[in-house]
């Protein structure tokens, strides 16, 4: 049968993958860290969970309006205008299964075939798929390591051309933790505004920050008109299973993005509305517990990192991702690249991790690499991790063992 060619350009997160290779080797008996995905490893807060008890109990499980609840998009208004310092009017916010959805809906609702999407790049796999889904074109910007993860703004200047229609940015960003200059936010919101562009504003780690606090481009003059941000409870309140989220835009588009959820999901589980209410009413304590939990891991694991001969890690100023750059170490030992050392990591020393290629198309030219660790872990665990990363290294009849492993599978592919 014909498949529609759409089809063949969705690509896809493929994090999800190695998550069910490591459930496989799991059910195998095989014992394996996983610091491949990212969501916080503790439970959802009590009073979340009541939350959502008590609705079920309340007979709260028809539909909702396709846009949200009322009051789930009204505490949604309050608390963004509340952290980002702009007025926002529940009728601005659609409540979505998710933060991913507002990334699909945006780019549906936004771009047509033809048009340029500006998206970071590593980053976040699903600006890619999508841009190509809807038959856009791609145009990576790159994080420069030497920015701390951040972008050149005459780089970026240099891809506006009459075709973009939107620009994507990502900050607190995965996959490396970089978080974007107040400065730089400015910057791309007078690019914008030139040149007539939208601002897809992933801000899913807003709460997840270090030092300071998170800017959002929506704050500056002009920029809400044109800004989608989206948010949403899966990080801040460890509730990715749960499928909550939500996108604030321009009412007009909100109008459409609410038709969207009428056509594809009718609406969001309703007790899960109820939940997301109260974590957003409720205490914020488990937000602060989690954050500094986090920064602990952070020191550890950039510590940890930068102690493997040939690993080289920035400390991430947001997000709960290390990135170390590994080319130095891929070098040594004879990866190809980090795709390969991903997949020594997963079979060699029990350790999960994500290597670049798992944040998009690699440019012509980059000859760096690195992997993704998501440091979500208990201290144990994180501890136990590095130490098999550094002894697996080590280990020269490990090595040895991959790389004959690697040829007998490329003698069968041939
Ligand atoms: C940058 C970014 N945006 C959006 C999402 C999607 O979040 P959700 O699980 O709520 O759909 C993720 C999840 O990993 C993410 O890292």
Redesign the pocket.
Known sequence: MKLASRITRLGT?T?FEVLAEVNELRSRGKDIIALSI??PACATAPHIKQAAKDALDRDLTHYSPSGGIAELRSAAAVYVSRSRGIPVDPAEVVVV?????I?FFSILACVEEGDEVVYPLP??P?YESMINFVGATPVPLRLREEKRFSFDIGELRSKITDRTRMIIV?SP??PTGGVIPKNDLHEIAELALEHDIWVLS?E??SRIIYEGKAESISQFPGMKERTII?D????TYAM?GW???YGVMPRELAAHVTRLMTNSNSCTATFTQYAALAALEGPQDSVDTIVEEFRKNRDLIVRGLNAIEGFHCHTPAG?FYAYPNVTEACRKHGFRDSRQLQQFLLHHAGVAVLGQQCFGTRLPGDDQEYIRLSYVSSVSDLQEALRRIREALADAQRLKAFFKEQEDRDLVRQ
């Open positions: 997160e994090a990212g969501e299964p998710g933060g991913k959805p990334i980053g976040y699903i990502n960003h995965n992933d899913i780690y989206l949403g409870h899966s990080k990715t499928r909550v989220g997000a």
